[in-house]
């Protein structure tokens, strides 16, 4: 069984950085992509960025300049730094990891992290 689990969310001030993790457990073949989405308050989940095993990155245009995602294929991790926080930036953020093959899932499956509280004062 998979699991997501992600780590640094927290209470920070406009302006400041904190610095999300998500690690995915099991035995995992592959993974094709990475990424991290957010859900405001009365707002519908929308991705902030994505990275496949590749390499090659995507992020919302709310975010571009100030986010930076990275990924460890060994270790099977993604990592969302977040810079210039705002207000606006306050959700709850899920890890997703996309397209997850395993010995049950060889054509792969989607995972959901559970979700991780940034909280960007004014």
């Known amino acids: 069984q998979v699991q997501l689990v992600e780590s640094g969310g927290g209470l920070v001030q406009a302006g400041g950085s904190l610095r999300l993790s998500c690690a995915a457990s099991g035995i995992i073949f592959s993974i094709n992509a990475m990424g991290w989405y957010r859900q405001a308050p009365g707002k519908q989940r929308e991705l902030v960025a994505n990275i496949t095993s590749g390499g090659p990155t995507n992020y919302a245009d709310s975010v571009k300049g100030r986010f930076t995602i990275s990924r460890d294929n060994a270790k099977n991790t993604v990592h969302l730094q977040m810079n210039s926080l705002r207000p606006e930036d306050t959700a709850v953020y899920y890890c997703?990891?996309?397209?997850?093959?395993?010995?049950?899932?060889?054509?792969?499956?989607?995972?959901w992290g559970k979700g991780t509280l940034v909280t960007v004062s004014s």
């Open positions: 997703n990891a996309d397209k997850v093959r395993t010995p049950t899932y060889l054509r792969g499956r989607d995972y």
